[in-house]
């Protein structure tokens, strides 16, 4: 088989790192697999030593048809780093899966992928795949979706592929910000991934932020396509745990576990979007309500 390649980007947290490339190695099309790992140069001297780790880790994998280590001479920051390694892979291969350092896969994640690279290649509606689905506590799919994966309005950044003509598609200079923000309608629009879309962008512009995905989203937006999810997760995200630069603990999005026999059999529709399931991802970004506990201390304090 044709497999795209692999593209992980790791920094300093090499617990972390060993996991996600663990989890990866119990997938059957590892050995088949390209892998290129692109690693940070630490940002502080505090991380000199956890990089220094990563990188002695990085040079003991074995197990899959060949490795690359791209070994950053200074800190290039998540966005750059991955906006600049993925344009380096997609530019040679055409198509890219990838991972960050924080991310367990099932043991059917490539099939999948693979699979639905294959699938959606061709589909003018479709921007992106993902692997990650939110717990069914957070986001319940209904019963009579008659399909293994769903199309979003958003995508996904924890465990995904797209293609280069995609790719080549994103206006990572934002251009296209002013009038986009004079325009009311374009904006309610791209919130249907979520209230906070149009607020994260601001942000980005404003250099508030360091978001290569803010950016992609907009241009699922822009060209009016969607991004693939499976109905049930092939990616838990172990870097909920306090200890990466651009997550924090969320319950929402944390899964206890996963079921590591399951694999998207069925693929929607590209262009389909179920209202129902929009709904229910819409709501998984909305803020959670205060607590009256937390409501009542708040008044207190001022």
């Not at 990563?54 to 060949?66: C, D, E, M, W």
């Not at 791209?190 to 290569?212: A, C, H, V």
């Amino acid at each position: 088989m044709n497999l795209a390649p692999i593209a992980l980007f790791v920094y300093n947290r090499p617990a972390h790192a060993r996991r996600t490339v663990e989890s990866l190695l119990k997938n059957a099309l590892a050995a088949q697999s390209e892998l290129i790992i692109y690693s940070d140069a630490p940002k502080q001297l505090k991380n000199e030593d956890a990089v220094r780790e990563v990188r002695a880790y990085l040079k003991t994998i074995t197990g899959f048809q060949s490795i690359s280590i791209v070994e950053r001479d200074r800190n290039w920051g998540l966005a750059n780093s991955i906006i600049d390694g993925v344009t380096s892979v997609i530019n040679q291969y055409g198509r890219i899966i990838v991972l960050e350092d924080d991310l367990v896969t099932s043991p059917h994640f490539l099939a999948y992928m693979n699979e639905a690279i294959r699938h959606y290649e061709s589909d003018e509606k479709v921007f992106s795949i993902g692997a990650y689905n939110f717990p069914e506590k957070t986001m319940s799919i209904p019963s009579d979706h008659h399909w293994d994966t769903y199309a979003a309005v958003r995508c996904c950044s924890w465990g995904w592929a797209t293609w280069i003509d995609r790719w080549k598609l994103v206006d990572w200079s934002m251009s296209y910000y002013e009038a986009f923000m004079r325009d009311r309608d374009a904006q309610e629009s791209f919130n249907r991934g979520g209230p906070d879309m149009t607020r994260l962008l601001k942000m980005q512009y404003e250099g508030r932020i360091d978001s290569w995905a803010i950016r992609f989203c907009y241009a699922h937006h822009a060209n009016k396509m969607y991004c693939i999810y499976p109905t049930k997760t092939l990616v838990v995200n172990i870097g909920l745990d306090r200890s990466g630069v651009h997550c924090g603990a969320d319950p929402r999005r944390e899964h206890a576990s996963f079921d590591e026999e399951w694999m998207p059999r069925s693929f929607s529709p590209g262009g389909h979007i179920d209202e129902r399931i929009a709904r229910c991802f819409y709501n998984a970004f909305v803020p959670p309500k205060p607590s009256l506990v937390s409501r009542v201390l708040r008044r207190l304090m001022g």
